[in-house]
């Protein structure tokens, strides 16, 4: 049987990509997987008592070693900010390349901490900084010292001791480019770097607390238990700062979908399922519930999609017990069929996500195919011709041409850059001034004014030709023949609309990193958890793959 | 030390600001971290340029021809650049094209190297007293290299170079008879059982 690949008009809508959910594809579970072998070690762990001072973790193998180097701050409570526009936090962190020497350390105390003011070097990789959740680290603290372990609810509700509110890399503030290490096997997959900074911290968190217990009560003070810590992630802040990285990306967009898009393809052409295979899926279907009982958000928009996902799940649960019958040429076909058919669009991607639990063997070389040599496409086939470029618009982006760019609400928002944190926002054209200088996101309106020009002109003409008069369409003209070779470079929505939610944007990302209990603060803003439930470094030569839904 | 990405961002960023359109300003951000990356003062140029063109105009030349004149001021490299990239299936028949009067002539390089990896040959960039063998994208030779870069070029001459040898036959063959010292002369035995293949292919 050959299954096609989903529709990528309707697969990159922008309702189907923020209902995408973590996968075996996630970058922190590959990154797991990658480095489970590595050596992992504390090399430094010079705190005061307070908690305050510099610690150093290594992941190494053979001649290859990263050290993440932290720096932990005394800040004030009002100093503490969650957004990105803060200039101090409780901890800075940056990954090295190789074991930092004394003055690389005193170097990067000066900097690391001024983060987005500091600069850094081609020797560091990522860079990062993160805040308590003063309410649970204190309350851990104080229990730790008093001989006890912290109320579970509590750390359950929160998920972390700390969450971070950027983390960067290739190339930013001074970091090494991205071209310098590509060709290292190890981080062969999007953001592995990005991840093992989020993975360390999380392991310094737990030091850390421990650490301040111990002396605030020596005799007394007990180690955090390492179930709790287990149960416990990084938190991340995130704004819109992610919402033009996948306009701005398109290979690599569509290499992310296209990998998950061929996951399930082939799993749905599987004829006969395994015995075992079929337990671990309904296993983790099952197990999966909990992680969204304990999902919480205040967030009116976030809770509808996650009572319906709730009831989708249990009512797909029941379809499976009561009348499924794995035993079925195609099982996995059917269940796909039977999902779009009764449930809504963000149970069905969560279950095509747990599709992906038994086959390794599936999974694994995608995991290879999702980075991009993004400047190998960048180039413009001017010698095309007008005709076929308008045959590419009118096959790839048909949704996007039937838009009335003549109405107001369609093109209400205008993305720009703040200048005071050089950061992306969103603002009403109508209402704001700074529409003048929009950034080039508006790819539905840009595509469908470039559709009119190429109405109007000679079939035969050629691209180059064609620039010549319509330079302000040169970065679409660019976009439509990236995505005639991949079919999921770009969002098929409008990305200016009144109604647009741009964390939409921001959770398929997200999804992609293996974020987990999105919690939207509001329309442009969320909170999620990372590498909750996943293994501390000391288990990671033997872990159970599946920790994601069996924590 | 500057990153290459936050060469090529910020590259992007003045050059829409000057006045260019998103689609040229993200070729510009491309073409001065290549300058970079090859070790050409990409960024000093091109801040000097911008400078420049608060002063004084600079013409377009949106199409390329064998010979090309400007008529009061000099030709705008990016502008040039955008259409020599553009149209360079075209001008790669021409053999060679000549222009006059080119602004900051280093700014015009690397879309005459990304023009080069496009078209598989060589080109050779000439003005002046200077020149540059540009090679498909992977490197340029320069005489000017390490030196100030002029702001203008008079008389340039950019040429096709096709694909040939750049060493006689004599050559050839002297270099290839010594690699023949690493081969083993092939004794009939030697011919019967070493050879993967059968002798004979008429079965």
Redesign the interface.
């Known amino acids: 049987m050959n299954i096609k690949l989903r529709d990528p008009n309707i697969i990159m809508k922008l309702s189907r990509l923020g209902s995408f959910h973590q996968s075996k594809l996630s970058f922190l579970r590959s990154f797991l997987k990658e480095f489970k072998d590595w050596q992992y070690q504390r090399d430094l762990f010079d705190l005061d008592k307070n908690g305050f001072g510099v610690a150093v973790y290594s992941f190494k193998k053979k001649e290859r070693i990263y050290s993440l180097i932290c720096f932990a701050n005394e800040i004030s409570d009002d100093e503490r900010s969650d957004r990105v526009i803060a200039t101090k936090w409780d901890a800075a962190f940056t990954l090295h390349d190789g074991v930092p020497s004394k003055n690389d350390i005193q170097r990067l105390k000066n900097e690391v901490p001024k983060q987005e003011v500091g600069r850094l070097?081609?020797k560091e990789l990522t860079l990062s900084r993160a805040n308590k959740s003063v309410r649970v680290f204190d309350h851990v603290v104080d229990n730790l010292s008093k001989g006890m372990q912290p109320d579970i609810n509590l750390l359950e509700k929160v998920g972390y001791l700390y969450r971070t509110t950027a983390v960067y890399g290739?190339?930013?503030?001074?970091?090494?480019?991205?071209?310098r290490i590509k060709n290292r096997e190890e981080i062969n997959g999007p953001f592995r770097l990005e991840m093992m900074l989020v993975y360390l911290v999380r392991q310094f968190t737990f030091d850390q607390v421990n650490h301040v217990a111990k002396h605030k009560n020596p005799k007394k003070a007990v180690q955090l238990d390492p179930k709790i810590c287990k149960n416990l992630g990084i938190g991340n802040s995130t704004g819109l700062g992610m919402a033009p990285f996948i306009v701005n990306h398109p290979t690599l967009l569509n290499n992310w979908i296209l990998c998950r898009e061929t996951a399930l393809k082939k799993i749905r052409e599987i004829k006969h399922v395994a015995s075992k295979d079929k337990d671990l899926f309904k296993n983790c279907i099952r197990n999966s519930i909990k992680n969204i009982t304990s999902w919480n958000t205040e967030s009116e928009y976030q809770l509808k999609k996650i009572n319906l996902l709730l009831k989708n799940i249990r009512k797909f649960v029941k379809f499976l017990d009561d009348k499924f019958d794995f035993e079925q040429d195609y099982p996995f076909n059917e269940i796909y069929l039977w999902l779009e058919k009764e449930t809504c669009e963000e149970c069905i991607e969560y279950v095509v996500s747990i599709m992906m639990e038994p086959y390794n063997e599936i999974i694994e070389p995608l995991i290879r195919k999702m980075s991009s040599e993004e400047?190998r496409y960048?180039?413009?086939p001017?010698?095309r011709t007008v005709e076929e470029l308008r045959n590419i618009i009118e096959k790839k982006y048909p949704n996007i041409l039937t838009i009335n760019f003549e109405k107001k609400q369609n093109f209400k928002k205008f993305w720009f850059?703040s200048k005071n944190k050089e950061e992306p926002r969103l603002a009403d054209r109508f209402e704001e001034q700074g529409s003048n200088l929009e950034q080039?996101l508006a790819i539905a309106r840009d595509i469908k004014e470039l559709h009119n020009k190429l109405l109007e002109s000679n079939n035969s003409l050629t691209?180059?030709?064609f620039?010549?008069n319509n330079?302000?369409?040169?970065?679409?003209?660019?976009r439509a023949f990236i995505i005639e070779k991949f079919p999921y470079s770009e969002i098929q929505d409008n990305t200016i609309s009144e109604s647009i939610v741009p964390i939409d944007m921001l959770r398929l990302k997200l999804s992609f990193f293996g974020a987990l209990k999105f919690d939207p603060r509001s329309d442009k803003w969320l909170r999620i958890c990372m590498f909750q439930g996943a293994p501390l470094p000391n288990e990671l030569k033997n872990y159970d793959e599946q920790w994601v839904y069996n924590s | 030390m500057k990153s290459l990405s936050e060469i090529e961002t910020t590259s992007k960023r003045a050059s829409r600001a000057a006045g260019f359109s998103w689609g040229v300003a993200e070729e510009v951000g491309k073409c001065i971290r290549l300058l970079e990356l090859f070790g050409f003062p990409g960024i000093k140029n091109l801040n000097q340029y911008y400078q420049n063109r608060n002063d004084e105009i600079f013409e377009d030349l949106n199409l390329i021809n064998q010979s090309n004149k400007s008529n009061k001021s000099n030709f705008c490299p990016i502008t040039l650049g955008v259409s020599f990239l553009d149209q360079i299936r075209t001008l790669e028949k021409l053999k060679k094209c000549t222009f006059e009067g080119i602004a900051f002539p280093i700014l015009l390089l690397p879309f005459l190297s990304r023009s080069s990896e496009i078209i598989g040959k060589k080109i050779l960039f000439k003005f002046d007293e200077n020149s540059f063998l540009i090679n498909l994208n992977v490197n340029i030779s320069s005489n000017l290299y390490l030196k100030e870069f002029p702001s203008k070029a008079k008389n340039v001459e950019i040429s096709f170079l096709e694909n040939e040898d750049t060493f006689s036959n004599d050559d050839w063959k002297s270099l290839y008879k010594l690699s023949e010292n690493t081969f083993v002369e092939e004794t009939d035995s030697l011919k019967q059982g070493a050879a993967g293949a059968g002798l004979t292919d008429n079965d």
């Open positions: 070097s081609y290739s190339g930013k503030f001074g970091l090494a480019d991205r071209f400047e960048f180039n413009i001017t010698n850059i080039p691209i180059d030709k620039l010549i330079s302000n369409l040169r970065h679409v003209v660019r």
